[in-house]
């Protein structure tokens, strides 16, 4: 299973930017799909994740209600938008596939720049 995400950029504080996910390889539509972003000299951290069918979200408490995550299993894609952000928001935003068998992230993409500032 591959990952590929992008969209990345700079944007102002209170500005908005989505990033995408391409899944290939596998059947997107059995995995449930994290975005984890990473700091330079800290750990990955979760942001939030949707399940397999789409039918449930979740959030980190700091991105609720300024995330969405979401996605489309007929194009293999899955989306994190990004409103109201702020520049504690800039990291290096992954995306990662949830093996159905190991119920862990197993995959994950090569990660994409999101800087937020003025």
């Known amino acids: 299973v591959q990952l590929q995400a992008s969209g990345g950029g700079l944007v102002q504080p209170g500005g908005s930017l989505s990033v995408s996910c391409e899944v290939s390889?596998?059947?997107?539509?059995?995995?449930?799909i994290g975005w984890f972003r990473q700091v330079a000299g800290k750990q990955r951290s979760y942001v939030g994740s949707?399940?397999?069918?789409?039918?449930?979200?979740y959030y980190v408490n700091s991105v609720k209600g300024r995330f969405t995550i979401s996605r489309d299993n007929a194009k293999n894609m899955a989306y994190l938008q990004m409103g109201s952000l702020k520049p504690e928001d800039t990291a290096v935003y992954y995306c990662?596939?949830?093996?159905?068998?190991?119920?862990?992230?197993?995959?994950w993409g090569q990660g994409t720049q999101v800087t937020v500032s003025s």
């Open positions: 990662t596939a949830e093996n159905p068998e190991s119920r862990q992230y197993d995959w």
């Open positions: 390889g596998g059947t997107f539509s059995r995995y449930g």
């Open positions: 949707i399940t397999a069918n789409g039918g449930n979200t």
